[in-house]
């Protein structure tokens, strides 16, 4: 079985041959993992990598456990996105007010050293944010581009006081700097400090700038202004649904959906369930975006969010 490995995959690769320590190796190992198809076809090159990344850890010297855990955090929850912004533009403040972390907060610059995952509630599941040091040229940690890449988003923070768009485009030239593509990536701006005087007028000039290319959201993460309408825009940015499954005669489960991409059909809905029902699949009742309620749906119907199914094999 081949391997077809997406083209990410490749880019990670370059990135391990021009690595220049044993760490900054681990990491884009870790990437090239990360991104590889789980399937037959990778079994004997997840192995090798996994050989290599055992070798190197090998040959280095004990590190804490702060500087291992910022190479690679594994995703947790429905959807894993990356908080970034240039220095005392609010991101440790915002992922503190809307996730269970707890960053450091003060009013001055450089205060986040490392990376910190945190979960953030929405409804019926949780989304992990993960805050990270500001994005200056010269202070960029080796482990963090991989991250970026890895993330299902990116919230971009500016302050809404301080040129904004300015800011906006330091951190998009940053990120391109970066092998990280906002035509590819999907991204949400967040303009933080709403509540700070003649902040009304840079918002409305930065949502003009950007509408047509990403979303852009206005908060006070310090006045707690505008988080649930930043947590919708959050779910919507990473591009997933929630459907529910029932068995006839039983009411459905609302409290654990299956979490799908938008387009996903119903046929993988049903191998995420099992990895056998996709190809066993006959056909589904269906609940929300039939024409009628317990319709019966083909496998190749597309799901919408709220979904509720009834699997038959």
Same mark, same amino acid.
């Given at each position: @079985?081949?391997?077809?490995?997406?083209?990410?995959?490749?880019? *990670?690769?370059?990135?391990?041959?021009? +690595?220049?320590?044993? @760490?900054?190796?681990?990491?884009? =190992?870790?990437?090239?993992?990360?991104? @590889?198809?789980?399937?037959?076809?990778?079994?004997?090159?997840?192995?090798? =990598?996994?050989?290599?990344?055992?070798? =190197?850890?090998?040959?280095?010297?004990?590190?804490? +456990?702060?500087?291992? +855990?910022?190479?690679?955090?594994?995703?947790?929850?429905?959807?894993?996105?990356?908080?970034?912004?240039?220095?005392?533009?609010?991101?440790?403040?915002?992922?503190?007010?809307?996730?269970?972390?707890?960053? &450091?907060?003060?009013?001055?610059?450089?205060?986040?050293?490392? *990376?910190?995952?945190? @979960?953030?509630?929405?409804?019926?599941?949780?989304?992990?944010?993960?805050?990270?040091?500001?994005?200056?040229?010269? &202070?960029?940690?080796?482990?963090?581009?991989?991250?970026?890449?890895?993330?299902?988003?990116?919230?971009?923070?500016?302050?809404? &006081?301080?040129?904004?768009?300015?800011? *906006?485009?330091?951190?998009?030239?940053?990120?391109?700097?970066?092998?990280?593509?906002?035509?590819?990536?999907? *991204?949400?701006?967040?303009?933080?400090?709403?509540?700070?005087?003649?902040?009304?007028?840079?918002?409305?000039?930065?949502?003009?700038?950007?509408?047509?290319?990403?979303?852009?959201?206005?908060?006070?993460?310090?006045?707690?202004?505008?988080?649930?309408?930043?947590?919708?825009?959050?779910?919507?940015?990473?591009?997933?649904?929630?459907?529910?499954?029932?068995?006839?005669?039983?009411?459905?489960?609302?409290?654990?959906?299956?979490?799908?991409?938008?387009?996903?059909?119903?046929?993988?809905?049903?191998?995420?369930?099992?990895?056998?029902?996709?190809?066993?699949?006959?056909? +589904?009742?269906?609940?929300?975006?039939?024409?009628?309620?317990?319709?019966?749906?083909?496998?190749?119907?597309?799901?919408?969010?709220?979904?509720?199914?009834? =699997?038959?094999?």
């Amino acid at each position: @079985m081949p391997a077809n490995l997406p083209p990410q995959y490749f880019e *990670a690769e370059k990135t391990y041959r021009s +690595a220049k320590n044993p @760490m900054e190796k681990i990491a884009a =190992l870790e990437e090239m993992l990360a991104i @590889m198809p789980k399937h037959k076809g990778t079994d004997h090159l997840r192995a090798e =990598l996994r050989g290599r990344i055992a070798k =190197l850890n090998q040959v280095l010297e004990k590190k804490s +456990a702060t500087q291992r +855990a910022s190479m690679v955090i594994e995703k947790e929850g429905a959807a894993q996105v990356v908080v970034i912004g240039l220095p005392n533009a609010g991101k440790s403040q915002i992922v503190s007010s809307i996730t269970n972390a707890s960053p &450091s907060i003060a009013e001055y610059p450089f205060t986040t050293g490392s *990376a910190t995952p945190g @979960m953030m509630e929405f409804e019926n599941i949780q989304i992990q944010l993960i805050d990270t040091p500001p994005l200056v040229a010269q &202070s960029i940690e080796w482990w963090l581009p991989p991250i970026l890449r890895r993330a299902d988003a990116l919230l971009i923070v500016v302050d809404l &006081s301080d040129a904004p768009i300015s800011q *906006a485009e330091a951190i998009i030239t940053q990120l391109e700097n970066m092998r990280v593509q906002l035509g590819e990536k999907k *991204a949400l701006i967040i303009g933080n400090k709403i509540d700070l005087e003649n902040t009304s007028d840079n918002y409305l000039v930065l949502k003009n700038k950007y509408k047509e290319q990403l979303s852009v959201v206005a908060i006070s993460a310090k006045e707690g202004i505008g988080l649930e309408e930043l947590k919708h825009e959050i779910y919507q940015v990473v591009g997933i649904i929630r459907v529910y499954t029932k068995t006839p005669g039983q009411k459905p489960g609302f409290s654990d959906p299956i979490i799908l991409e938008k387009g996903s059909r119903l046929e993988d809905a049903a191998a995420s369930v099992h990895k056998d029902f996709g190809a066993k699949l006959k056909y +589904a009742r269906l609940w929300g975006s039939g024409k009628h309620d317990g319709i019966m749906a083909k496998r190749d119907h597309i799901l919408q969010d709220g979904d509720v199914i009834e =699997l038959h094999l």
